[in-house]
């Protein structure tokens, strides 16, 4: 009987045993899911729904997760005037050994299995071997090196180079014994992703007791919906993190760990200094090369379907063009690099400081042929009784044909301007009177104007401003006269959601993407003006939204009979969408129709090419006589 019990009483042990090693694993498990990176993209709920009818459910799930990770190699394009493709590939190989750092991308790095163009699997995880296309000109783009030349025809001038990711990081955790941590901004942790480091301003939250050169995890705040509806992370900057349930987002961050690194500053100077870097990134889940300061001038990082955009205007040596929407400017210099810095490009944003960077660029480069401006694209056309800026005569009445399709600004401005932007001016109208009284205190009878105290007060808030830092100055115009051009890239303003990667989306609504579809559509309206018939436009968005894409070539194509979809080259992109979508108000977008899809080229981020989502049309101009 003693027997008994005492095999009974150790059967009862094992079991126990058994049980708390099970719940042990099941901890770890639990915690090797959270310190891991396996975002979820929050969508608005009516755009789920809208893109789940124009993609399929299947095929939009994998479109967004692909969307919260970055690409897995860099696209450089090469200054064609200034060096070669394989000058440039020599060089970029010599720098990365001679750093010996994270970015020398060696031979067993580029192996490695995870998403490694050297195999050609991508983000997609679909091996381009496996497309249903056996004959995809695709199959040839990338070469098994860490730095390769672009073998798509004619894009010869483009080289890659390779990144490697998903990594498993080690974050040295235990049940009781969390990490060290440094929360970030989502806008900072899209950057890291991308190869950055942690700069001081994208530090949310901090573990207690950071001192330099501990090793910390770094996690992301993304966006959550807020009791009023809108959306916000809700942490106050400088909370300290405890590693506990009873951190804020301590759920919400589970699964978006993007690595760890270097504390470049204690955790009090993360809080006090307003710049430098924070953290410096050791291990990464994904490894990009970063060429920063690298010769500048060479070459210029741009993603692929930016390039196929460029190329597909076909520029022209002598040729007159417009980049409606020019900055950054890196499709600009395209342009001026195809056309042999031989003819001229009118480069304009309605931004100072963008057109200042256009300039910088195009003079790091070595191109003359670019002549910038400051233009809102809605008012390109220039009126009746205003010089134009390319002859200095006054534009005619004439309008060819073509009705001008901007509304007043005035409307335009009343419709951008939120209720942040009036409480600002409220707080403004009060400073300024605040100043002029003071004003008057001090000057007792010395006139100052209201203009040059608003001046005044603009540079106290914002600094002297980077025309009076650099000396740059900006031509303003008053737009172009009708038929001005013979080539039109419209690069229009957008909702942006082909770029990755990317963390958060739940900003944009059905409302939105009509709205971003109305500016369009009227900057569109300009372009066909300035193209002279027989000329070429280009329009193209780095978004996935079909409304801001084929129903835009929908509406060019309808109200312009002059206008045709033409054939771009090269070809790389996959086809548009034909049908259209019926919303729940009853209203109908429309897409393509059958025969079209193919004369656009639409980059879907989840394809086997690994690249941002795009679209690109090619319009040929017609004679405008005959409408």
């Not at 191109?367 to 800026?389: F, H, M, Q």
């Not at 003071?438 to 106290?460: L, P, Q």
Request: with cysteine.
């Amino acid at each position: 009987m003693k027997k008994a019990r005492d095999l009974l009483k150790t059967l009862g042990s094992c079991r126990t045993h058994r049980s708390s090693n099970l719940v042990t694993l099941d901890r770890m498990e639990d915690l090797s899911n959270r310190y891991s990176y396996n975002p979820t993209l929050q969508w608005n709920p009516q755009v789920h729904d809208y893109f789940v009818k124009a993609y399929g459910s299947d095929h939009f799930s994998r479109i967004s997760k692909s969307l919260t990770r970055p690409s897995c190699y860099c696209c450089i394009r090469v200054n064609t005037l200034r060096s070669t493709s394989d000058d440039v590939i020599e060089k970029l190989q010599a720098v990365m050994n001679k750093s010996g750092s994270e970015n020398d991308l060696d031979s067993e790095r580029c192996s490695s299995e995870a998403n490694s163009i050297r195999h050609l699997e991508f983000s997609g995880n679909i091996p381009l071997e496996q497309t249903e296309d056996k004959a995809n000109p695709l199959k040839a783009c990338f070469q098994p090196a860490p730095v390769s030349k672009c073998q798509i025809p004619d894009l010869d001038y483009v080289v890659f180079v390779q990144g490697s990711g998903p990594h498993n990081i080690n974050y040295d955790y235990a049940h009781d014994r969390p990490p060290k941590e440094v929360l970030v901004s989502r806008k900072c942790a899209e950057a890291v992703l991308r190869g950055a480091q942690v700069y001081v301003p994208g530090v949310v939250a901090c573990s207690a007791h950071v001192e330099t050169g501990d090793t910390v995890a770094v996690s992301v705040a993304v966006e959550q919906p807020g009791v009023s509806g809108g959306w916000g992370i809700g942490i106050t900057r400088g909370t300290v993190l405890q590693g506990s349930q009873a951190d804020p987002y301590y759920f919400e961050r589970s699964g978006l760990y993007i690595g760890q690194g270097t504390a470049m500053m204690s955790r009090a100077g993360m809080f006090r200094v307003c710049k430098g870097v924070a953290v410096d990134m050791k291990d990464r889940v994904y490894e990009l090369p970063s060429f920063h300061n690298v010769l500048e001038g060479d070459i210029f990082l741009q993603n692929l379907p930016s390039i196929i955009a460029a190329h597909a205007l076909d520029p022209q040596k002598g040729e007159r063009i417009l980049d409606m929407c020019a900055a950054p400017g890196g499709k600009t210099t395209a342009i001026a690099i195809l056309m042999k810095d031989d003819g001229e490009i009118i480069a304009a944003d309605r931004s100072h400081n963008k057109v200042m960077d256009i300039q910088k660029l195009a003079a790091e480069m070595g191109l003359s042929c670019i002549n910038t401006y400051k233009l809102d694209a809605l008012k390109a056309v220039c009126r009746g009784n205003e010089p134009d800026n390319l002859t200095g005569s006054y534009c005619g009445n004439a309008d060819n044909g073509v009705t001008e399709q901007v509304s007043d600004s005035s409307i335009l401005n009343v419709e951008r301007m939120s209720s942040i932007d009036i409480n600002r001016l409220n707080i403004e109208k009060t400073m300024e009177k605040n100043a002029v009284d003071n004003n008057e205190k001090e000057n007792k009878g010395t006139y100052v104007s209201k203009a040059e105290i608003r001046k005044s007060m603009r540079r106290e808030r914002n600094g002297p401003g980077r025309n009076q830092c650099v000396g740059g100055r900006v031509e303003k115009s008053k737009g172009f006269p009708p038929n001005s051009f013979d080539r039109v890239l419209l690069d229009a303003p957008c909702s942006a959601l082909g770029l990755r990667p990317r963390l958060f989306a739940g900003e944009e609504t059905i409302e939105s993407f009509r709205t971003h579809a109305k500016y369009q559509r009227k900057m569109f309206d300009q372009a066909v003006q300035l193209a002279r018939p027989g000329g070429v436009i280009v329009y193209s968005t780095c978004t996935i939204n079909p409304g801001e894409n084929e129903a835009l070539v929908r509406y060019a194509l309808d109200t312009y009979k002059h206008l045709s979809l033409a054939p771009q080259n090269p070809r790389v992109g996959g086809p548009g969408l034909v049908g259209h979508c019926e919303f729940p108000d009853g209203y109908i977008e429309e897409w393509l129709r059958p025969g079209e899809e193919e004369l656009v080229q639409r980059f879907d981020p989840s394809s086997p090419l690994d690249t941002i989502g795009f679209f690109i049309a090619k319009f040929v101009v017609g004679s405008k006589d005959t409408m």
